[in-house]
């Protein structure tokens, strides 16, 4: 059986432009939810979101494909950069055997707001001939592929807030079923705007908490809805001899992958939980997770009433007894909900927790929900614990669930 390890990571979020200062920042308890600089709040219901600081997309793009280049875009390729860079992988693979998975829930949302503005101002002679290639959501994992001459298995999954798992859960079967040997897997998302802001919050999905470091509470009583984050997170996985023949530095296995739908409502998870608590028992069986392991959970914990109370009757559906002895935190308390950007860097996150052993906190949670009883990590700093397996489970509107298992990998 083919074993696939990750061997790379990228990450652009709102509290760290790569990786080292994502994981350190969330680490050590650093918010990345403020009040939102890139436009006028005045006349909007929400004031607060997560966004990427200083991003400079000129150290992974030359200046002229800037206006070719969506936001969303500009930070999946700097994420990939970023894994392709720590993975070392390029030049070792077969173009043909090189992959790319990578989703965004959304797209080119300010390119298509732009040019449908342009349009009805001035007619089709003001819509840019670059608007299709830069708004549909399948273009950064095309621009990656061409960046790195990647011929192999190529998707851009579209699942809501599970796309970024989804992306790389698929990739890691097309690794292991034989199909590639080494795919860039992962999700990108810049979409805090004026009409997403609206739309999400005349759906009552938004917090219209004011205070940054109160509006984005997972598993507190108090919570009142979820607070818009952007950025991408990128995992090279490689199949585990491919890895080992030159030497990679390997973070975790990747060792089982989960994919199911509510198939209950649109924007609502099904209140019985079923489907997210099938995706994570077929996740731990592929997984070969034994009842000895210690085992973290990054929690897709959205802050919404009904996320947070179906995810904690999924985990205890799924793992039984055993769901109280697990450590869960939800590190959207510090980046926001990142939409089709926020299963990869929470996949990243999981990845991390088993190679350096911490465990980063739900900051701001102080009241936990007596509906949500698991054994939270909360406080505003990671805990230090050996952590056999990490899972990362996330949901998404049209009830996509998903759940991603890492292990500590072992030469064996």
């Avoid at 432009?17 to 994502?22: A, C, I, L, Q």
């Avoid at 592929?286 to 009433?305: L, M, P, Q």
Wanted: net charge negative; hydrophobic share 40%; glycine share 10%.
């Amino acid at each position: 059986m083919r074993r696939v390890v990750v061997t790379g990571l990228g990450a652009i979020t709102p509290v760290g432009n790569n990786v080292k200062d994502t994981w350190d920042n969330m680490c050590a308890g650093v918010c990345g939810i403020d009040t939102i600089k890139k436009f006028n709040t005045e006349d909007l219901p929400v004031h607060i979101a997560g966004e990427v600081k200083d991003f400079d997309p000129l150290l992974y793009l030359e200046k002229k494909e800037l206006r070719k280049t969506d936001v969303y875009c500009q930070y999946a390729l700097g994420a990939a950069a970023q894994a392709m860079e720590d993975s070392k992988v390029a030049g070792t693979v077969d173009e043909k055997r090189f992959g790319v998975y990578v989703g965004a829930g959304i797209g080119g949302l300010y390119t298509f707001v732009e040019n449908t503005v342009n349009f009805y101002k001035g007619g089709t002679r003001k819509v840019s001939p670059h608007f299709i290639p830069k708004m549909i959501g399948n273009i950064a994992a095309g621009r990656i592929a061409i960046e790195y001459k990647a011929k192999g298995p190529s998707l851009a999954p579209v699942s809501a807030c599970a796309t970024g798992a989804n992306a790389v859960g698929e990739a890691f079967h097309a690794i292991k079923d034989g199909y590639a040997d080494v795919i860039i897997a992962g999700g990108a998302e810049a979409v805090i705007h004026p009409l997403t802001i609206s739309g999400f919050a005349n759906c009552k999905a938004l917090s219209t908490t004011d205070d940054p470091k109160k509006a984005s509470i997972p598993f507190d009583v108090d919570r009142n809805g979820f607070v818009m984050g952007e950025g991408a997170g990128m995992l090279v996985l490689e199949e585990l001899e491919h890895a080992k023949a030159r030497g990679a530095k390997i973070y975790a296995e990747f060792a089982g992958y989960g994919n199911t739908c509510d198939a209950y409502h649109v924007t609502a998870p099904d209140p019985e939980a079923d489907g997210l608590a099938n995706a994570i028992k077929i996740a731990f069986e592929e997984g070969n997770v034994s009842d000895s392991d210690s085992i973290y959970i990054n929690a897709h914990g959205t802050s919404t009433h009904m996320n947070d109370v179906t995810e904690t009757m999924a985990i205890k559906k799924a793992l039984g007894d055993r769901a109280k002895e697990i450590s869960v935190s939800s590190t959207k308390s510090m980046t926001g909900h990142m939409l089709g950007a926020t299963g990869a860097v929470e996949a990243m996150v999981a990845v991390l927790s088993v190679y350096d052993g911490k465990i980063p906190p739900t900051i701001g949670t102080k009241n936990v929900d007596p509906e949500c009883d698991l054994d939270y990590t909360l406080g505003d700093k990671a805990v230090e614990k050996t952590v056999d397996v990490a899972a990362s489970t996330n949901l998404g509107f049209g009830g996509h669930d998903t759940c991603l298992v890492f292990k500590a990998y072992k030469d064996e």
